[in-house]
């Protein structure tokens, strides 16, 4: 079962968007639901676009309401709890191509 079938099954949905050189994963989050720990093989902005979320990055815990930008460093893990329902992306940059819908949960996530 892959990372987003699992979001999935907590009611978490993720779609996939492919822009210019960028690749970005929208997630639309009900309240009280988290992503679990992880991190990715590569570096990433975190847009929360609406609502409330605490991003636990190490052993610190940030609070954010929407909008905001954070950059998430490569193989630094981090969760997602949030506290209202939310709309997140995760947005990468894709100039060679590498990332594609079927094997970004192999490629950026840890």
């Known amino acids: 079962m892959s990372v987003f079938d699992q979001l999935q099954a907590l009611g978490i949905e993720g779609h996939p968007f492919f822009v210019g050189d960028g690749f970005a994963k929208v997630f639309r989050i009900p309240a009280d639901r988290r992503i679990g720990q992880h991190s990715?093989?590569?570096?990433?902005?975190?847009?929360l676009i609406l609502g409330s979320v605490r991003l636990k990055i190490g052993s610190s815990v940030f609070e954010y309401t929407a909008?905001?930008?954070?950059?998430?460093?490569?193989?630094?893990?981090?969760?997602?709890?949030?506290?209202?329902?939310?709309?997140?992306?995760?947005?990468?940059?894709?100039?060679?191509?590498?990332?594609?819908?079927?094997?970004?949960?192999?490629?950026?996530?840890?």
């Not at 990715?40 to 847009?47: A, F, I, L």
């Open 40 to 47: 990715h093989k590569v570096g990433h902005t975190g847009m």
């Open 67 to 110: 909008p905001a930008t954070i950059y998430l460093e490569a193989h630094v893990a981090h969760e997602i709890e949030s506290i209202t329902p939310a709309l997140w992306a995760c947005v990468w940059p894709n100039a060679d191509g590498a990332i594609t819908e079927t094997d970004f949960d192999k490629m950026v996530i840890e």
